[in-house]
């Protein structure tokens, strides 16, 4: 008779049927049992009761805890007179019951527990990058303080994912790895089906994640220090700090080939290292979509007709303003012709020794400058002229050699004669005076290479000299 009851036991789900009524109570007085710990209006269930010795017996259960407790006292929210109608505590039948109702119970807690894997909920925060082995399909998306899900593990791999990727990671020390130490013992093998289904699933929805943000230009990465180069071989415009939309990716011989572009640059560049070592941002290169397939071709051929367009644009707003300038610069010429003198600046030495150096600006549309004389003269702090400590005169004289060309006249003719219309001289030490405090120019004599000479004096010589 007793191999056969305990042979029901091992059959039926719940003992109890077999032994007699269970009763679900409250706990009114707190109390702890191996590692349960039991607080006041927890819900328990009762399977046997006994008294011995002035000693309380229960068999309960709680979630998916089930075992003996014994105590001085009824810890329960129920009368011991409704207890004494359950099963004795103390049979050798609860033992049994305890055995299969506890082997149950684990079964169903595993279940719930992969029931919760997959729905997402083993969630936790990437803490240190060091202990996780580079995942078998999450190449470099992985980032500190990334939520990941984790779904199964064995051993010490673990399947995950997160926003960005999927994958079996090797952690050496979750305990380092996670923001949270959270003990994944009994979560599913990372081969059971249901698990990789999950991550065959959460990887196809990543993909077309990751594919529909390339396509559209919302994935983005910034440019650390790494090289790429179009199919020319020539360095991209883009820079540091660069914010770059990646639309396509490819490995092959080698050479690592992405689709890029932002306001600085667009195409298909090539790179020997790995991208995702200078190319910042939560991204897995397997995801993206390969650079052979149209819909990235296309993208790029949009975006560079978009890109080309801006450049005219751009290009015709400068040549217009480019226009402008060179109208202004035209007038100015045609305003102070026959020549404009800038006194870019002068010093004296310890010894009063004085230097100067002028630009002399040629504003004849027609004749060629041979020489140029000017001169002028010093005054102290008081508005007294000086006189050179070298011969006494109050005049100092410099005399610049040419030819310096005429000036333009139209947009025509602007780059052609523009640089040749300028002529920088400096003369050293060619006055001396430790006095002298302000410097004045009072007249300018040209001489054109035709032999017509133009003298610039008086109330005019204000109109084609400045100081710097």
């Known amino acids: 008779m007793r191999k056969a009851f305990v042979v029901l036991c091992l059959l039926f789900t719940f003992c109890q049927v077999s032994i007699g009524q269970s009763i679900t109570t409250i706990v009114e007085i707190p109390f702890n049992v191996e590692t349960q710990q039991f607080i006041k209006g927890d819900t328990i269930v009762v399977y046997g009761y006994k008294k011995k010795s002035d ?129 994944y013992d009994l979560l599913p093998s990372i081969d059971d089906n249901e698990v990789q289904a999950m991550l065959t699933s959460k990887r196809m929805g990543i993909r077309q994640t990751f594919r529909e943000s390339a396509l559209n230009g919302t994935l983005k990465v910034v440019k650390g220090v790494g090289a790429l180069y179009d199919l020319d071989g020539n360095f991209s415009n883009f820079s540091n700090n660069d914010t770059i939309s990646l639309v396509g990716y490819s490995f092959k011989d080698g050479v690592h ?98 230097t100067a150096s002028f630009r002399v600006t040629n504003c004849s549309p027609s004749q060629t400058i041979k020489y140029i004389t000017i001169q002028g003269n010093f005054t102290n702090a008081v508005g007294d002229r000086c006189r050179n400590e070298i011969g006494g005169s109050t005049i100092w004289r410099v005399k610049g050699i040419g030819p310096i060309g005429p000036c333009p006249t139209s947009e025509e003719d602007f780059m052609a004669r523009i640089d040749g219309c300028d002529g920088s001289y400096e003369f050293d030490c060619f006055y001396y005076c430790e006095t002298a405090h302000y410097m004045h120019v009072t007249s300018i004599i040209i001489q054109y290479m035709s032999g017509k000479t133009v003298t610039i004096s008086g109330n005019k010589i204000d109109n084609h000299v400045s100081f710097q």
């Open 257 to 354: 080939l992405l689709a890029l572009y932002n306001d600085k640059d667009v195409g298909f560049f090539t790179s020997e290292a790995d991208p995702t070592s200078f190319l910042v941002g939560n991204f897995d290169l397997n995801l993206l979509p390969s650079t052979d397939e149209p819909e990235v071709k296309s993208v790029i051929e949009e975006e560079l007709k978009r890109f080309n367009d801006a450049l005219k644009v751009e290009l015709e707003e400068s040549r217009k303003q480019l226009s402008e300038t060179i109208t202004q610069v035209v007038s100015l010429f045609k305003s102070k012709n026959p020549v404009l003198v800038k006194v870019k600046g002068w010093s004296m030495n310890s010894v009063g020794g004085i």
């Open 55 to 183: 000693e309380y017996h229960f068999i309960i259960e709680k979630g998916y805890y089930v075992g003996k407790i014994h105590s001085a006292f009824n810890p329960f929210a129920v009368e011991e007179k409704t207890l004494k109608k359950l099963p004795s505590a103390t049979s050798s039948d609860m033992n049994v019951f305890i055995s299969s109702r506890d082997s149950e119970l684990k079964k169903l807690e595993k279940e719930a527990i992969k029931q919760k894997a997959l729905n997402g909920d083993y969630v936790n925060v990437v803490s240190r990058l060091v202990y996780f082995e580079e995942s078998r399909d999450c190449v470099g998306a992985l980032s500190r303080g990334d939520s990941i899900h984790i779904v199964g593990k064995s051993g010490l791999d673990y399947a995950a994912y997160t926003d960005y990727c999927t994958g079996i990671f090797r952690i050496s020390s979750p305990t380092l790895a996670f923001d949270k130490v959270v003990n």
